[in-house]
């Protein structure tokens, strides 16, 4: 497995990572520690999950974060551990937002669900424009010198608001964002614009979240079939198996068989070809996928394959 840093800092991470919004909801202990142990096997060691994720199930908000530390336990210190904090954990105003009362709330929260006493990357899931940036950063800053946190990290912010977290963490003497958890991959690309150039100018490393595109980028997905995988039940599943985005999965995958490949190898190898990017954050229902997923990530593109797929 190859290792990678994470932005302009001194955090390793294996190339490939585990999302984790699955585990608590969609995955019985069993399983997930299936997926887990697999994922350790192969030499991943990058977890990402959230606070958040299991709402909406009937174990709930949290149950993502417990069960990972449930199965964590004992050998905590082979993972690095990346969560998050920042969306709505419930229907109150209060368990919410970027603010130093639910940074610190929070950070306590996910600690005891995750039996550790430190978050490796702790994670601003989405921006929150009504806390000033300095209280956020302030906040964050104080669970590192508290060794709670060891790094600090951003999600789905605009390109200006992470130019403004950077130049405020200098300004101020505070602990600097290291990475950009963001929507990308090979049919998702809009953060080329603005996002990635801000990224490598303030020394950002991307996280790119839904990197299969929730399965479809698998390619077991077909027009008019009826697939299994979690992408039916999704209520993004209309959008995402659209007939422009079959037309577009075609030639993508035409281009992967050409050259003696899949397009779950392309998926990885096109993300993991850039090197601004950090682990590759997919989730998996079982150790066949974990397994297949690492053995796709290998595929490095050259300059002329980046330049080939970008017009597809
Ligand atoms: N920061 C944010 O706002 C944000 C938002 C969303 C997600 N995330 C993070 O990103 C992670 C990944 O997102 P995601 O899981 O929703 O999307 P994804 O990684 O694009 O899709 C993963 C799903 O595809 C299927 N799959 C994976 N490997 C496969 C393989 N080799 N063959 C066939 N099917 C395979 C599995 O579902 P089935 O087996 O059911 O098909 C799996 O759960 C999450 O766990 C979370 O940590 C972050």
Redesign the pocket.
Same mark, same amino acid.
């Given at each position: 497995m190859e290792s990678r840093r994470l932005g302009r800092s001194g955090l390793t991470v294996s190339a490939v990572g585990l *999302? #984790? &919004? &699955?585990f608590g909801g969609r995955l019985n202990d069993e399983a997930a520690r299936h997926v887990l142990n697999e994922a350790l096997e192969q030499g991943v060691n990058f977890i990402? #999950? +959230?606070d958040v994720?299991g709402r909406g199930s009937t174990a709930g908000a949290g149950s993502s974060e417990e069960q990972l530390g449930r199965l964590m336990a004992g050998r905590r210190n082979r993972f690095i551990v990346a969560t998050?904090f920042g969306v709505p954990m419930g229907d109150s105003d209060l368990e919410r937002g970027a603010s130093r009362r639910w940074i610190t709330t929070s950070a306590e929260n996910s600690l005891r669900r995750l039996r550790t006493d430190y978050i490796d990357l702790y994670?601003v899931?989405?921006a929150d424009p009504e806390t000033p940036i300095e209280e956020t950063l302030g906040a964050l800053d104080d669970l590192v010198r508290a060794g709670k946190v060891r790094y600090v990290g951003v999600?789905?912010y605009a390109a200006w608001q992470m130019a403004d977290a950077v130049w405020t963490a200098r300004t101020e003497h505070l602990a600097r964002p290291i990475s950009a958890?963001m929507?990308y &991959?090979l049919l998702v690309r809009g953060i080329q614009a603005e996002v990635i150039p801000a990224c490598e100018a303030h020394g950002l490393g991307i996280i790119p979240?839904?990197? =299969?595109? @929730? *399965?479809f =980028? #698998?390619g077991?997905y077909k027009p008019g079939g009826n697939g299994?995988?979690? =992408?039916v039940e999704s209520p993004r599943a209309g959008e995402i198996m659209s007939p422009p985005n079959f037309d577009r999965l075609g030639a993508l995958e035409a281009f992967a068989v050409e050259r003696g490949h899949t397009i =779950?190898d392309l998926a990885f190898g096109w993300l993991l070809s850039q090197s601004i990017v950090g682990p590759v954050? +997919?989730? !998996? @229902? @079982?150790p066949e996928?974990v397994r297949?997923?690492v053995v !796709?990530s290998t595929w490095r593109l050259s300059p002329d394959e980046m330049a080939a797929v970008a017009t597809l």
């Open positions: *999302g #984790t &919004n &699955n990402d #999950t +959230a994720y998050k994670q899931h989405t999600s789905n958890q929507h &991959n979240y839904f990197p =299969l595109e @929730s *399965g =980028l #698998t077991k299994h995988g979690r =992408l =779950l954050i +997919a989730s !998996a @229902s @079982s996928q297949a997923n !796709a």
